[in-house]
Structures are given as structure tokens and as C-alpha cells.
């Protein structure tokens, strides 16, 4: 194959999508050091939609490229190494981490070690390292598979689920004795509501969503009470209460903060699922702040040291795994145009939650 498929979004309106062939760089054209890679499969959520809302504040859209006006959403998944420039790296391995919506990628491989890898591309520098480190993981049978489906489907959002986890715990909750999450059909909210319902009793833990979505949030058996959008005058305002707001929708917390008032001790922002940016108006209760997974990172690799993360993470993820395994299905799709269904689909929030979609531009 000699062309790479892109697909790019216009940045200022996302119903605007383009799908661009480009030729690859021949071998001889590879620079000392690279890698071409094509994007073998990846992972479509909610979460890759606000990627692309926040692609200049976060700068994701400066990961890779795209033509003037346009960006091109990062997406978690796997690459396979076709074509090395680096001598310890051989054609044939398979890379994890974050790729573009595109068929192909030249990675200039820096960093190079057993596990893994970084891209120094002077463009991708300046964002957290996460976003451009890539682990190998040819023959790890934790990313063969169904497992690689839930990794690149999950682990990043249940890091976050893990991070709030930990950080609420540290802080004993604020006083809280429930936890209210929104978009709690999200695998954000559900990976974190899992960790709080298995871990943290006698916490409660309440799941608010909408009416389509309830069925399905009952079912994960991971919320003590599900709530229903238009029904937060029932939530508990007589005790205190921690709310992580995956949902992001000004006019929701509003009305969350005026009914629960100042029993309302925890207001932490993680997501933006119902796509509003809107801003709050002086609100009652604990003032809402972005929860910044960065800062929990580092103190946490401070305090508990080199691998400390990792094997509390871990054992965390394997607890995680036989609720995936009994709740969520994996939908695969193949091909631009599925692509960009699957792009459409979840900009409207037609995804049903028990999907998991994974995708790839190769066709058959
Ligand atoms: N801050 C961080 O570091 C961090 C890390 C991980 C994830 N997050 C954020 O957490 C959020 C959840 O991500 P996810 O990938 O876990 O989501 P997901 O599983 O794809 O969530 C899907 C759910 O989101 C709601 N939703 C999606 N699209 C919608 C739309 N167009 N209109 C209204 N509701 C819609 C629906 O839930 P309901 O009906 O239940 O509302 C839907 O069931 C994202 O905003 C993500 O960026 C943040």
C-alpha cells in the first residue's frame, strides 16, 4: 500500500469531516531513527470527542497533522511497525498508545527500551508524556485480543476512574457519605463507580443519567441508586455529598448545586460528554474545579515510587476486567465510511452504552 487514509474534522465545526489520501514516504525516504506504522485498530468513545473539544486548550490538535482549519482527533490503539529506520527496532513489532484517525504514522522513535518507546516529533512535544509514549507490546497476551479491545478501550479512562478514586479516598471524601457521578453510563463513570462501590463502603454511590441509559446503568450493579437527569430534586441534600461531573452540562450542575446547597462538599470537574461548554454562575456548595490527573499522577509516583502506580493500577484494572467481560460488547467496524459512522454516531450520543467500538481504516 503506497497512500495513507486520514480522516480530519473541522475544528470549529465537527458535523465537517474530511477524508484525505496521502501518499507515504517511501523507505528510502524515512529519516535515521524513524518508524512507519500503520494504525492496525483503535478505540471510539465519548472521551475522543472531548478530545477534539479541548484540542486547542490541551493541545491535542497540535499531536498530528492536518491541513489548515482542520485537526485530526487522537485515538488510543494499535500500530504495527512496517518499515524501521532504528536499529532496534524490527519491522513486524506492535506498538500501543495514542494514534491519529489515519491509516499510517511515521513515528521518530526516541527513548527507545524494552517496554517502550517515545515519538520526539519536535510537534508532539510540550503535552503531558503520556501522549506520546508508545509500549511494546508484540506477544503480550494483556494486549492480544479481546484484552487489547478493553485496553484501548478502557485504560485510559479507568486511569482517571482510579486517579479520582484514590484522590477522593485520600481526602476522605471531604466529609461526603454519598458520591454522585454523571454520564454514569460513560465507562469513565462506571470504572470509577465500580472502585468506589467495591472498595469504599459504606460510601453510596448514585448514578445520574438519562432515561435511555438507565436500564443499562442498573444493570452494571455498580450504583447504589440511579437517578434519572430530570429527577435531581430526589437526590440527597440532608448529608454530605461529593459530585464528579463526567456530563459537564452548565444547566445539570447548576441545578445540582442549588438542590444539594451546602451539604455539597466536593464539586470536581473530569468530562464533557453532553458536549456544553457553558459557564456556572455563582453556584451553592463546594465551587466546581477540573480534577487534573497529571498533578495526582506525580504525587503519587513521588510517594509510592518507581512501579508503585503501576502495580496498584494493575491489580485495580484485573478487578475491573469480569465486569467489562459481563457488560460490555465489542463492536467492530472496517473501512473509512464505518469510520465515519462511528465518528457521527457518537458526536450525537447514538452509541448505545454496553458498545465498545473499535475501528480501523483497513477494509476486509
Ligand atoms: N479529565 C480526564 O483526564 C478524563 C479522562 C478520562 C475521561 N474523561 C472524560 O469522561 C467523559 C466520559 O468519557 P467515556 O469515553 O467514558 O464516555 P463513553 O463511555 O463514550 O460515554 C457515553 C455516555 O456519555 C453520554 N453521552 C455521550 N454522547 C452524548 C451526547 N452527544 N449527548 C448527550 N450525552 C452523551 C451518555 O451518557 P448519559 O446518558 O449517562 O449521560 C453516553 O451513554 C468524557 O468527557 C471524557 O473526556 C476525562
Not at 504514522?105 to 510537534?123: N, P
Not at 510540550?126 to 506520546?132: D, E
Not at 451539604?263 to 487534573?292: I, M, N
Request: hydrophobic residues 40%; charged residues 20%; contains cysteine.
Amino acid at each position: 500500500m503506497s497512500t495513507c487514509t486520514q480522516f480530519n474534522v473541522v475544528k470549529n465545526d465537527f458535523q465537517g469531516t474530511a477524508l484525505v489520501q496521502m501518499s507515504l514516504p517511501r523507505l528510502d525516504e524515512l529519516s535515521d531513527g524513524c518508524l512507519l506504522v500503520e494504525v492496525e485498530r483503535f478505540a471510539f468513545t465519548a472521551n475522543n470527542i472531548t478530545y477534539a473539544m479541548l484540542g486547542d486548550i490541551m493541545k491535542y490538535w497540535q499531536l498530528f497533522k492536518a491541513p489548515d482549519g482542520f485537526g485530526n482527533i487522537p485515538v488510543w490503539g494499535f500500530g504495527r511497525v512496517i518499515a524501521s529506520m532504528h536499529p532496534q527496532i524490527a519491522a513486524g513489532e506492535r506498538l500501543f498508545g495514542y494514534f491519529p484517525m489515519a491509516s499510517h504514522l511515521v513515528i521518530e522513535a526516541t527513548d527507545v527500551s524494552k517496554r517502550g518507546l517515545r515519538d520526539g516529533a519536535a510537534h508532539r512535544q510540550g503535552v503531558a508524556p503520556v501522549y506520546n509514549a508508545y509500549a511494546r507490546v508484540t506477544d503480550d497476551p494483556a494486549f492480544a485480543g479481546r484484552n487489547g479491545d478493553y485496553q484501548a478501550l478502557l485504560r485510559p479512562l479507568f486511569m482517571l476512574s482510579f486517579l479520582v478514586d484514590d484522590f477522593l479516598a485520600e481526602e476522605a471524601f471531604f466529609g461526603a457519605r454519598t458520591v454522585i457521578l454523571s454520564s454514569a453510563s460513560s465507562k469513565t463513570a462506571f470504572g470509577l463507580a465500580h472502585l468506589l462501590h467495591s472498595k469504599r463502603k459504606p460510601i453510596r454511590v448514585i448514578g445520574l443519567t438519562s432515561a435511555g441509559n438507565a436500564d443499562f446503568v442498573r444493570s452494571l450493579d455498580c450504583y447504589d441508586d440511579v437517578v434519572l437527569y430530570d429527577r435531581i430534586d430526589t437526590l440527597p441534600a440532608d448529608h454530605p455529598v461529593a459530585f464528579v461531573d463526567m456530563a459537564g452540562n452548565a444547566d445539570l450542575r447548576g441545578r445540582l448545586h442549588r438542590h444539594v446547597g451546602g451539604k455539597l462538599v466536593y464539586s470536581g470537574r473530569v468530562g464533557l460528554t453532553h458536549q456544553d461548554e457553558g459557564e456556572d454562575a455563582e453556584l451553592p456548595g463546594a465551587q466546581p474545579s477540573w480534577f487534573f490527573a497529571p498533578d495526582q499522577i506525580r504525587k503519587r509516583a513521588r510517594e509510592w515510587g518507581p512501579g508503585g502506580i503501576d502495580t496498584r493500577f494493575n491489580a485495580a484494572w484485573s478487578g475491573f476486567l469480569p465486569l467489562l467481560e459481563q457488560s460490555l460488547e465489542i463492536a467492530e467496524s472496517r473501512g473509512p465510511v464505518a469510520v465515519e459512522k462511528i465518528y457521527r454516531d457518537t458526536l450525537a450520543g447514538r452509541v448505545p452504552p454496553h458498545q465498545g467500538h473499535m475501528l480501523s481504516f483497513a477494509v476486509g
